[in-house]
């Protein structure tokens, strides 16, 4: 039972357009969710995090927003750059649930073409 | 600043060897979690530690496998008489505290023969 879905294996877009990155969870005792970038044969790169009391979060060209009611999320990038090609994991955390792991989505490979 | 520091990068094992791996956190943090990523799959949460303690370990398969984080020196998760399904990418990473952003080191590839 997957708790976080990212139903996209791969997206490609433009360079210089924005990139939308989906990902949704079935637990709905999670509270903290966060965005990591990884390369091959390197650690996951921690983004950007969104709290659940709010709704939307924003740091340079990377924007989370947060749907509670739908459970879903997503991560904005604009304007896209070729450096950005990677794969793109969506992870949530319950820390009131005694376990303080994350659980991650599959990844999604961003391919930003020239 | 240095970041999280796992080693080694790469580990080859046969099976019935046991497998150490080593992680020491970003300077400042006090808490370690393992994580476990097969090919094609997202990372697994095994273990959370603090210095001395474990805090959540389930997500660890129930033999073999253990770790700690002892007062001085790294954290340290052990495989004991690996078998080849023990091949994987194998992530450590620290924060300061709950809710805060995990950050990751490069892994350590556990290859078993």
């Known amino acids: 039972d997957q708790q976080v879905k990212q139903n996209s294996p791969s997206l490609s877009v433009q360079e210089g357009r924005i990139s939308i990155l989906n990902c949704d969870y079935t637990n709905s005792m999670f509270d903290y969710f966060l965005w990591y970038k990884k390369y091959p044969a390197e650690g996951p790169t921690f983004l950007i995090s969104i709290s659940s009391i709010k709704d939307k979060n924003e740091d340079g060209r990377f924007t989370v927003f947060l749907n509670k009611s739908a459970k879903h999320l997503s991560l904005h990038i604009v304007p896209s750059q070729p450096g950005d090609s990677a794969v793109y994991f969506c992870?949530?955390?319950?820390?009131?649930?005694?376990?303080?792991?994350?659980?991650f989505g599959k990844g999604t490979h961003l391919i930003i073409q020239p | 600043n240095a970041g999280v520091m796992q080693n080694p990068r790469h580990l080859v094992r046969r099976r019935g060897q046991e497998a150490r791996l080593r992680c020491s956190p970003m300077?400042?943090?006090?808490?370690v979690y393992w994580y476990r990523q097969l090919p094609e799959e997202g990372l697994k949460f095994m273990v959370y530690l603090q210095k001395e303690n474990i805090i959540d370990e389930s997500g660890m398969p129930k033999e073999r496998f253990s770790a700690e984080f002892p007062k001085e020196g790294p954290s340290i998760l052990r495989i004991q008489q690996v078998v080849r399904g023990d091949s994987a990418a194998y992530f450590c990473?620290?924060?300061?505290?709950?809710?805060?952003?995990?950050?990751f080191g490069d892994g350590t590839r556990l290859s078993i023969l």
């Open positions: 992870a949530a955390e319950n820390p009131g649930g005694g376990a303080d792991g994350l659980t």
């Open positions: 990473a620290s924060s300061p505290g709950v809710n805060q952003p995990q950050h």
């Open positions: 300077k400042g943090h006090s808490h």
